[in-house]
């Protein structure tokens, strides 16, 4: 979803030339095939937006391919940019990768400062690595490799598989089959009480389109959310209005939902690096339900 916004925004620049990868051009878990590709392109810069993803259940079931796929896709990636002498990187790293339950707003500096969500362990710790990797490199070789932390993100190109998509795509689907079957109420997981920070997809690639000359200035970490964030029960709402859907939430109390909150402090991000997301939740919302409904 991000690397799509990115792509898209990046090929209007006549004067910038794209390599827009997927699984079908490069198994990136292949460190030979990801070293051949780069020493053929020969990039000024790489923005590493790939990774093994899912929601909670999918982190729940897969824990050692979360882990493991992601350790190989990042240290591929990025060891492989550094051999082939790319002097720019920018890491998508994930709001995963702050301790659990921690109160307040989650500032750059708490990550490995505590326990994390059990959960989602495997792809946290895997992202934490690759983060780790990008701050080396940058400390001990003449390269400027950076991690950006968002939010969780939504919008068009999200995706809405019901084994592993993430809380506000799965709302969505949700509700869009209880209208299309006519259902009075709809199941949430847990108490619905949690808090989530949701960032539109394309607030986030048009940043990332504006500080590609600059990435040797962003600091090493950075948040990126909208410094908002809402309860499940609200995603829920919202969605329902979009939607048009007048409907009960039924609660299955059994089913795990994950840290009490996540909320990121994105104060430096607006400080030092022009970040000003402008699309409000209920828009982007409309935004995505209607590319769903074009697409689905």
Known sequence: MLGSAICTRL???????????????????SKGAVGEYLA?????????????????QANINEPLEFLSQNLLIDSNIILESLSQGVPK?????????????????????????????????????????GARLCEYATETMDVSYKTIIPSNLFGPGDNFNPNTSHLLASIIRKVHSAK???????????????????????DVADWIVLSINRIEELPQYLNLGVGEDFSVNDYYMAVLRVIGLDAELVHDLSRPEGVKRKLLDSSLARSVAFWNPQTKLEEGIRKTYKWFLENK
Not at 11 to 29: A, G
Not at 96 to 119: H, Q, V
């Open 89 to 129: 990187l920018l890491y998508v790293g994930s709001s995963c990768m702050y301790p659990k339950n921690r109160p307040g707003r989650l500032i750059e500096s708490d990550i490995m400062t505590g326990a994390l969500e059990s959960t989602n362990e495997g792809y946290a710790l895997a992202k934490i690595v």
């Open 180 to 202: 299309e079957q006519g259902l009075s109420f709809i199941e949430v997981w847990g108490s619905g009480e949690v808090l989530r920070e949701f960032t539109f997809v394309e």
């Open 11 to 29: 090929e209007s620049f006549s004067k910038i030339d794209v390599f827009r990868l997927s699984r079908n051009e490069v198994n990136l878990t």
């Open 40 to 56: 053929d392109v020969k990039p000024d810069l790489v923005i590493h937006a790939a990774a093994k993803v899912g929601g909670i």
